[in-house]
């Protein structure tokens, strides 16, 4: 099993839709939990840090359950630009390591 | 953005040979990590490096492998590239503050190399 699974997708979605896509994780000893936006053919990079009580950076919201062990990414009020793939990024308490899920890929069409 | 580079970007090589990939960063990170992205398995890590000379491997170290004699510099090396080596490869830095907080991690641009 991969420690960290996500639905591949692709989510198609119009613009004004609301997508929200889920990422499981397999460790229970996982801390710490992030979103990465990665467009084609260019690096990941940050969009928001899962916090435990759940958190919103304007129209997104993530939501970490650990009970079921997985993180959620909420996108309201979707923009041509929101499509890319989303990365699931689950670090744990003892190591130095970052572990990616394969991404879920979004489409926002006009 | 970051100051982290990788070079070169694009390279084509062909089997057996050896290939060094180079990972700079200005920001003085401790950590700094190397990984392949393919098409669907996204990214795996390949080694890492939790200061000058510590690295330890990741899920897919066979054929790899690491020097860190600065803090700046992280060099990936293929000792005898395969065309299973192809791949997408990215360098990222992250810095840990207190142990276990949440630490974002920069990547580079990427260095695209394949293998024939």
């Known amino acids: 099993r991969k420690e960290v699974e996500q639905d591949p997708g692709p989510f198609n979605v119009p613009e004004g839709a609301t997508v929200a896509f889920n990422c499981t994780y397999s460790?229970?000893?996982?801390?710490?939990f992030f979103w990465y936006r990665q467009d084609c053919r260019k690096e990941p990079k940050l969009l928001m840090s899962?916090?435990?009580s759940g958190n919103e950076d304007g129209r997104f919201t993530a939501q970490l359950n650990r009970a079921s062990q997985y993180i959620s990414l909420l996108i309201r009020d979707s923009k041509l630009s929101d499509s890319a793939t989303y990365l699931c990024v689950v670090k744990h308490s003892n190591d130095y390591k970052l572990s990616f899920g394969a991404g879920t890929t979004v489409t926002v069409r006009a | 953005d970051a100051g982290i580079t990788q070079s070169p970007r694009h390279k084509v090589t062909e089997t057996g040979t050896p290939v060094t990939l180079r990972c700079h960063q200005t920001?003085?990170?401790?950590?700094m990590y190397w990984y392949r992205q393919d098409p669907g398995h996204g990214l795996r890590l390949i080694h890492y490096?939790?200061?000058?000379?510590?690295?330890d491997k990741g899920e897919v170290s066979d054929g790899y492998s690491v020097s860190r004699s600065k803090t700046e510099d992280f060099l990936l090396t293929l000792e005898s590239a395969t065309s299973s080596q192809t791949s997408v490869y990215f360098c990222?830095?992250?810095?840990?503050?207190?142990?276990?907080?949440?630490?974002?991690?920069?990547f580079g641009q990427g260095t695209r190399l394949t293998v024939v």
């Open positions: 899962v916090y435990s």
């Open positions: 460790n229970s000893a996982s801390q710490s």
């Open positions: 990222a830095i992250s810095e840990l503050h207190q142990p276990g907080l949440n630490t974002e991690a920069f």
């Open positions: 920001e003085n990170h401790r950590y």
């Open positions: 490096s939790y200061g000058v000379k510590d690295t």
